[in-house]
């Protein structure tokens, strides 16, 4: 590797304690590179700032304590457990459950009995025989650092010590986050280098609270400017009127397109048609029929001379659009061609080889997409899907290898007041209507009591060649328990209820066989897909009807309209079960919302009202926030401010010739 390379763009092979093995692990985690571990955030904090003692304690407060270990001892209790306790000054109880069947002192007990003075952290709790702490982290010296500690995001085999390692030796190299937002923007913030380290490792809440405003700052400034850079400039491909391609597709159509849907289209084609370039979003409930917007402009693309490639978040998404996309443009004699990254080296060769000469007029991919490697002919619109996150840095890559008009779909449920500011100057138009005739999905809350008719219903269905889905919520897809519980309710079903259909069976800790399993699904061959995660937001499977969510009161509103939305697509109505075990008033007012609308927009409101801005609608839930550290709604005065300063800026200086440092951020970051 060269020496000149900049340590923040290398694998994190290079951090402590990752080799390529432990990489694979943290890629998971999304963590590729040694800048995305200082862009990967703590999730909480635990207050190191003050040491107390048992004396001045707090009752109900985690906080960090001291004493002299006294009492310590270590007992068998049920199930090959054994309990380990001690008193701190003889004042605070100490206890720790762990797993241990050997004989003689466990681990964890002999690594305690070499300590006098210990540094405890955990909840206080003022019980029965005085005050207690359970399971507390411990330190044989006291903690470095005397502010805020940083708790992040896990998954199995990888633990908080090991991220905060990793974090320290990579803000070593922090020098490398050059200042990147223009001088008379960034003197009212913290510097950025200084914003990286005390987002980390904060010295309190108020630099943990300047720190943050910074990069969310940062994160909607550049966010907008990846939105609006290069919409100003008169020098887009001029696509031609309509002709008789897009006729003979239209014509094509099986149904009628809703008015919403013809909206769409004209202003699209008048997009396509200026010399602007555009830069539009289509923002539309699931099953609105986005699609056809972006048929549309493929087709008026190819017949006006150019090329067209359609980015989409994952090879399931991809192989399912080509084969959408050979059924409507192949007939019109477009040589539409499929390019992802799990493909023999030759067939991507030859595809590459097809969008260089122009032979292949429509690619559709995931990020293999915007590899370097891949040149176009003649591209002149691009199509990303944004169901999924895609950053500003691989839209751009994307309309770099061309002069191209750019659509984005998104279907993220968020309220329409926030999606204007959010999407700032991007012109959006909505599709609001569903297509007629398409049925709204049955929703029905069911008493647990009633779980096997539930299950009876769906068989029936499947009988019939439906097909179904049944989705099971984990809080976190890292808890390892969780996760076992549904895994074992899973089997359970299949056993069981489900004994008489074929199952699949999917969870996000499964590697490639995810992806085989959704084919499958697709491919009809399995009836049933059984799954932990959120069910891939863009799934069409038209022949699916029926859905049974399990725990329903565990999701947020806008998750479960999604979630829903996989079902009923085709022609015959989709029903939805809700199965709740567990319903408190507020659950039961959250799930009415659920049955009475089947508009994603007022249920994203009505979830911000009931549940409060906490919860970012329900986005972060499923996994796929739109920002790594922003609030939408908490944030929404600095989206709004640094969305105004983007627009002077790009009045002021269109190309940016002034601020190469910014555009070079543009293309690096990942938001
Ligand atoms: P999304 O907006 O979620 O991407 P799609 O474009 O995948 O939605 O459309 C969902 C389904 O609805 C597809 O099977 C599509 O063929 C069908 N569809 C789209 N528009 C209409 C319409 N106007 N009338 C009837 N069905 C439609
Ligand atoms: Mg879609």
Not at 423 to 445: A, M, S
Not at 591 to 612: M, P, Q, S
């Given at each position: ?13 290079v951090?402590p ?7 694979e692990t943290?890629?998971?985690l999304g963590?590729?590179t040694?800048?995305?571990v200082?862009?990967?955030?703590p ?6 700032q003050?040491?107390?003692t ?9 906080q ?14 049920s199930?090959g457990?054994?309990?380990i306790?001690?008193?701190?000054d ?6 720790w459950?762990i ?13 305690l009995?070499?300590?006098?003075q ?5 909840m206080?709790?003022?019980a ?9 982290e ?7 650092h ?5 708790v ?8 908080n010590?090991q991220?905060?390692?990793?974090i320290r ?7 490398e ?6 001088p ?7 510097e950025?280098?200084?914003?990286f ?5 904060p ?14 700052f ?20 001029k696509?031609?009127?309509?002709g ?24 699209v084609?008048?997009?396509?048609e200026?010399?602007?370039p ?9 099953g609105?029929?986005?699609t056809?917007?972006?048929?549309y ?27 959408r ?14 390019l992802?990254?799990?493909?023999p ?12 000469n ?7 991919g ?7 490697k ?5 591209l ?13 840095r ?34 959006t ?10 049925k709204?999905?049955?929703t ?5 009591r ?5 299950y ?6 499947i ?8 989705v ?24 069981g209820?489900l004994?008489?259909?074929?199952v ?5 800790q499964m ?7 959704f ?16 069910i ?26 999604q ?26 007012a959250r ?5 009475n ?7 994203a ?18 996994g796929?926030?739109l920002?790594?550290?922003?609030n939408l ?17 790009l009045l002021?200086?269109?190309?940016l010739?002034?601020?190469?440092y ?10």
């Amino acid at each position: 590797m060269e020496k000149s390379m900049n340590m923040l763009d290398r694998p994190v092979t290079v951090l402590p304690g990752i080799g390529p093995k432990r990489a694979e692990t943290v890629k998971k985690l999304g963590l590729e590179t040694v800048r995305d571990v200082v862009f990967s955030f703590p999730r909480a904090y635990k207050d190191f700032q003050k040491v107390l003692t048992p004396h001045t304690a707090q009752a109900n407060e985690e906080q960090l304590i001291t004493g002299t270990l006294l009492n310590l001892n270590e007992r068998n209790i049920s199930g090959g457990r054994r309990i380990i306790q001690a008193r701190l000054d003889d004042m605070l109880t100490l206890t720790w459950f762990i797993h241990y069947r050997g004989r003689g002192p466990s681990f964890l007990y002999r690594r305690l009995q070499k300590i006098k003075q210990i540094w405890v952290y955990g909840m206080v709790k003022d019980a029965l025989f005085g005050l207690e702490m359970n399971s507390p982290e411990f330190f044989d010296k006291e903690p470095m650092h005397h502010g805020l500690m940083p708790v992040y995001p896990l998954i199995s085999g990888v633990s908080n010590e090991q991220r905060k390692n990793w974090i320290r030796y990579a803000l070593n190299y922090s020098h490398e986050l050059e200042e990147c937002l223009p001088p008379n923007i960034s003197k009212n913030l913290l510097e950025r280098e200084q914003a990286f380290r005390e987002i980390h490792f904060p010295a309190d809440w108020e630099m943990q609270a300047k720190a943050r405003k910074r990069i969310v700052f940062e994160e909607f400034f550049l966010f907008n400017l990846g939105l609006q850079y290069g919409v100003k400039k008169a020098s887009g491909f001029k696509h031609s009127l309509d002709g008789e391609l897009v006729e003979r597709y239209l014509k094509s159509l099986p149904f009628e397109l809703t008015d919403d849907q013809q909206d769409a289209l004209k202003i699209v084609g008048k997009d396509m048609e200026s010399t602007f370039p555009m830069r539009r979003l289509i923002h539309g409930e699931v099953g609105s029929g986005k699609t056809i917007v972006a048929e549309y402009g493929a087709i008026k693309a190819v017949e006006s001379g150019g090329q067209v490639a359609m980015m989409v978040p994952t090879e399931v998404l991809a192989r399912q659009m080509i084969q959408r996309l050979k059924g409507s443009l192949g007939p019109l004699g477009i040589n539409v061609t499929l390019l992802i990254g799990h493909m023999p080296a030759k067939e991507s060769d030859e595809v590459r080889k097809a969008l260089a000469n122009g032979s292949a007029q429509v690619a559709v991919g995931t990020h293999a997409l915007i590899t370097e490697k891949v040149k176009f002919k003649n591209l002149t619109l691009a199509i990303v899907d944004e169901q999924h996150r895609f950053g500003v840095r691989q839209r751009l890559a994307l309309l770099d290898k061309g002069n191209a008009d750019l659509l984005v779909m998104s279907a993220t449920p968020i309220p329409r007041s926030l999606a204007l500011t959010l999407y700032g100057d991007l012109e959006t138009t909505e599709i609001r209507q569903l297509p007629q005739g398409r049925k709204e999905v049955d929703t029905r809350l069911v008493d647990p009591r009633r779980r096997n008719d539930v299950y009876d219903y769906l068989v029936s269905r499947i009988k019939r060649g439906e097909q179904a889905y049944v989705v099971f919520p984990l809080v976190e897809e890292s808890d390892k328990l969780d996760l076992k519980a549904a895994v074992n309710e899973m089997e359970e079903l299949k056993r069981g209820l489900l004994s008489t259909v074929s199952v699949g069976l999917l969870h996000g800790q499964m590697g490639k066989e995810k992806e085989e399993i959704f084919q499958a699904f697709y491919n009809q061959e399995i009836q049933v897909l059984l799954a932990t995660t959120v069910i891939e937001v863009g799934m069409n499977v038209p022949n699916a009807t029926v859905m049974v969510i399990e725990n329903a009161e565990r999701y947020g509103l806008a998750q479960l309209h999604q979630l829903r939305g996989r079902v009923g697509r085709g022609d015959k109505p989709g029903i939805c079960f809700l199965l709740s075990y567990n319903l408190s008033e507020l659950g039961r007012a959250r799930l009415d919302v659920i049955r009475n609308t089947n508009d994603g927009f007022k249920i994203a409101e009505e979830d911000l009202k009931l549940r409060g801005p906490g919860d970012l609608l329900g986005v972060r839930q499923s996994g796929q926030p739109l920002f790594k550290l922003a609030n939408l709604l908490e944030d929404s005065a600095i989206l709004e401010e640094s969305a105004r300063l983007v627009q002077e800026l790009l009045l002021d200086d269109p190309d940016l010739k002034n601020y190469s440092y910014l555009k070079n951020e543009l293309k690096r970051q990942r938001y």
